[in-house]
């Protein structure tokens, strides 16, 4: 019984003295784990925001199509002109349809003067050929559209050709 | 004289040794959960003081009890006797607290 009280008491000796040798540098450490785990945590906390800005920031859709129509070439009245707008818009409206909820970053605006350019658009008898001369990209894409009337365009047809060859102002 | 001398010193080791005791053994019990061990042992060290001097005191009990048979029968000299006990188990708790401290890497 004396030999296992020796033992009991020379193990907590023992364990005493270790721990008083040991005690300062197992607390630094100690110290340095806990430092180490708040800027962990510190880290990860702004990673999550990063990713979460990263997130907002890139994906941005497109929601509307703006198109703005000039007519130009032979004059025509007012209200003609207003017709002939509105139904090149909504046109054009209709052509750019696929690109809504398209993101716009991974979205190559050059492909888009592409899609219009030398379109022609019949309007109460009249036929318009389509241009763009300005793009906008944005969550809205504006797009300035000239149309000439097929009269003038027909009799141009060598100009249209040559200045499909030229791109539109795109801004994103 | 002797017995009082002998009881003097035994009042300021006990309050040393229970002290230095509750620190250092108890620490041992933060290290096995992974807590800091200098930390836990100076906060058991000022947490145990009080209580080392009443443990050294031998109860709060009879202390007190002395102490106001000094103060009611005018028995001065037993008051005193009982002042300087308590005294003695304080500095040993202080020393023990010290102790501590130093070895923590404060003060």
Same mark, same amino acid.
Not at chain 1, 13 to 40: D, I, V, W
Not at chain 1, 144 to 150: D, F, G, L, W, Y
Not at chain 2, 60 to 84: C, D, N, P, W, Y
């Given at each position: 019984m004396r030999?296992l009280?020796c033992?009991?008491?020379?193990?907590?000796l023992?364990?005493?003295?270790?721990?008083l040798l040991l005690?300062?540098?197992?607390?630094?450490?100690?110290?340095?784990?806990?430092?180490?785990?708040?800027?962990?945590?510190?880290a990860?906390?702004?990673?999550?925001r @990063? &990713?979460e800005n +990263?997130a907002?920031e890139s994906?941005?859709a497109? #929601?509307?199509? *703006?198109?703005?129509i000039?007519?130009?070439?032979?004059k025509i009245?007012?209200v003609?002109a207003r017709?002939?707008?509105q139904e090149?818009?909504?046109?054009?409206q209709?052509?750019?349809?696929?690109l809504?909820g398209?993101?716009?970053r991974?979205?190559?605006?050059?492909l888009?003067?592409?899609?219009?350019?030398?379109r022609?658009?019949?309007v109460d008898?009249?036929?318009?050929? @389509? &241009?763009?001369t +300005?793009?906008l990209?944005s969550?809205s894409v504006i #797009?300035?559209? *000239?149309?000439?009337p097929?009269?003038?365009?027909?009799?141009s047809?060598s100009?249209?050709?040559?200045?499909?060859g030229?791109?539109a102002?795109?801004?994103? | 004289?002797?017995?009082f001398?002998?009881?003097?010193?035994l009042s300021?080791f006990?309050a040393l040794?229970v002290v230095?005791g509750?620190?250092?053994i108890?620490?041992?019990a933060a290290?096995?959960v992974g807590?800091?061990?200098?930390?836990?042992?100076?906060?058991?060290?000022l947490?145990i003081?009080?209580w080392?001097i009443?443990?050294?005191?031998?109860g709060t009990?009879s202390?007190?009890?002395?102490?106001?048979?000094?103060?009611?029968?005018g028995?001065i000299?037993v008051?005193a006797?009982q002042?300087?006990f308590i005294?003695?188990?304080?500095?040993?708790a202080?020393l023990?607290?010290?102790l501590i401290?130093?070895?923590?890497?404060g003060?």
């Amino acid at each position: 019984m004396r030999y296992l009280a020796c033992f009991i008491l020379g193990f907590i000796l023992g364990a005493c003295l270790t721990n008083l040798l040991l005690a300062r540098q197992q607390e630094q450490l100690y110290l340095s784990k806990s430092a180490l785990e708040q800027h962990l945590a510190s880290a990860r906390e702004e990673i999550a925001r @990063l &990713k979460e800005n +990263l997130a907002a920031e890139s994906y941005q859709a497109i #929601v509307s199509i *703006e198109p703005v129509i000039t007519i130009n070439g032979e004059k025509i009245s007012s209200v003609e002109a207003r017709a002939a707008t509105q139904e090149i818009s909504r046109k054009v409206q209709e052509l750019l349809a696929p690109l809504i909820g398209q993101e716009v970053r991974r979205l190559n605006p050059a492909l888009i003067p592409l899609m219009l350019d030398n379109r022609t658009v019949k309007v109460d008898g009249r036929e318009f050929t @389509l &241009k763009v001369t +300005l793009l906008l990209v944005s969550e809205s894409v504006i #797009v300035h559209v *000239e149309a000439q009337p097929s009269s003038l365009s027909s009799v141009s047809r060598s100009d249209v050709s040559l200045m499909a060859g030229c791109p539109a102002t795109v801004a994103i | 004289m002797d017995d009082f001398l002998a009881k003097l010193l035994l009042s300021f080791f006990t309050a040393l040794g229970v002290v230095l005791g509750a620190a250092i053994i108890g620490s041992l019990a933060a290290i096995l959960v992974g807590h800091p061990p200098l930390r836990t042992m100076t906060r058991l060290a000022l947490e145990i003081k009080i209580w080392a001097i009443a443990a050294a005191m031998g109860g709060t009990f009879s202390a007190i009890e002395i102490i106001s048979q000094g103060l009611m029968q005018g028995h001065i000299r037993v008051l005193a006797k009982q002042l300087l006990f308590i005294i003695m188990a304080f500095i040993g708790a202080q020393l023990g607290y010290w102790l501590i401290q130093v070895l923590a890497g404060g003060e």
